[in-house]
Structure formats: C-alpha cells, structure tokens
C-alpha cells in the first residue's frame, strides 16, 4: 500500500490499519508526530523498523511507548535522528531482546554506557557477554558517533568473542589489540 503523508491520516492510518499484521516498516526522511508514534508502538509482531533522518522523537513517553511495545524487533534503525540521548537508546536495548541488528549512525551524544550492561564480571573477576542482556545482539553501526568510547568498545567485541561486529566512525570493524586507542 502507498499512502501520502499529506493525505487524511497519512502514515498514522496506515500504520494503525496494519498493525496486527505489520513486521517492516520503512519510514525514513519524514516528519510525523505523536499520533504516528503511537500507532507503531502497537505494532507488536514488528521484527524491522527503519526511522533513520526523520524528525526529532522528543517526548521520553514516545521513546518508551516504542521500545516497549515491539518485543520481536529484531532490526532497528535510528541513524542520523537527532535529539537520540543515552537514556532513549537503553530503553529500546533494555525491551528489545530479540535485537540482532542497530544503527544509530551519525548521533553526536550518543555514548557506550547504554552498551556496559552486556557485560557482567563474575565472582572470579572475569568479565564475559550477558546472557540476559542484548543476547542476540549481532551487528552494531556507530559510524560518525563523536562520544563512542573505543577502549570500552574494543573490550566488548574481544568478549563478544565473535559474536558482534562493531562498525566504528569511519565504518571500520572496531576489533580488539590489546592497547589504548587514541
């Protein structure tokens, strides 16, 4: 179906005349409001969702309307949406276990503390991948992300051991040497 964002309802009717059924969405480059929002949030079987240079998400209450509202997603798309804080970004992390893929290129405040909790250290001091948290996390893209902390994003592909690919600002695999990256 093809809507227009200038017709009676636009992407919200759309979204909402779907939303028992829908597993991709695709909406980049748009502006839209709490109304479309809120129909996405309702689209519980959704496993792909692209909403990479749209308009700000503001309110705290849309970002956790969405993260916890799509427990299939499985790939997510946020590049280049301004206004994406650490705070929203953990909540889609935190209610989104089946997530395998995350982009959230070009966010300049965007740091790695919403990733430390896949890392837990044992009673013996050994730090290993959560089991709980992000388990099925495969593929992250951070290119153009100014406050990505590579020591602790090294750390966390060496323990990955395998498991994920990191891509780095300037979409290199961020991998592990042993030594501090500058």
């Not at 009717?13 to 809120?38: D, E, F, M, W």
Request: charged content about 20%; glycine content about 6%.
């Amino acid at each position: 179906a093809v809507v227009s964002t200038q017709s009676t309802g636009g992407i919200a009717a759309l979204v909402s005349a779907h939303s028992s059924t829908l597993q991709t969405l695709l909406i980049r480059k748009c502006v839209y409001g709490t109304k479309t929002l809120n129909a996405i949030a309702h689209c519980s079987k959704l496993r792909v969702l692209d909403l990479s240079q749209i308009a700000d998400i503001t309110t705290d209450a849309s970002w956790r309307a969405l993260a916890t509202g799509l427990p299939l997603l499985e790939n997510l798309d946020i590049s280049w949406m301004f206004g994406l804080s650490d705070n929203h970004l953990t909540l889609f992390l935190s209610h989104c276990p089946r997530l395998q893929r995350l982009n959230i290129d070009g966010h300049k405040q965007i740091t790695t503390r919403s990733f430390r909790r896949m890392l837990v250290t044992l009673p013996d001091g050994r730090r290993v991948r959560s089991a709980q948290y992000l388990p099925s996390l495969r593929y992250v893209s951070l290119q153009y992300c100014n406050d990505m902390d590579d020591i602790e994003l090294a750390e966390l592909v060496e323990l990955c051991r395998g498991s994920l690919v990191v891509k780095g600002y300037y979409g290199e695999d961020v991998e592990f040497s042993g030594s501090r990256h500058t």
